[in-house]
């Protein structure tokens, strides 16, 4: 089920098209599955993918205060 967060902004134009490249057997297994593939992000080749910048974390932990986000991210 779709919930709204209110921390994100919304796009100014929500009919913006994205683009996405793939190969065709994964473009055929999306018709057929009807459903999108996502890679994890350790596959992906790139070992900062999916990671945070040093300085988001340490903004969290300003935030949230009593989160212990050294022990989760080896800061």
Sequence with gaps: MYVECPNLEKPK???AT????MDFTKFVSL???RELFF?????LGDPFEGS????????RAE???S????EFYKL
């Design 13 to 15: 134009n929500e009919n």
């Design 18 to 21: 994205i683009w996405r490249y």
């Design 31 to 33: 018709l057929d599955r």
């Design 39 to 43: 890679s994890r992000t350790d596959r």
């Design 52 to 59: 945070c910048p040093r300085k988001n974390l340490v903004a």
């Design 63 to 65: 935030i949230y205060g």
């Design 67 to 70: 989160m212990d986000v050294g």
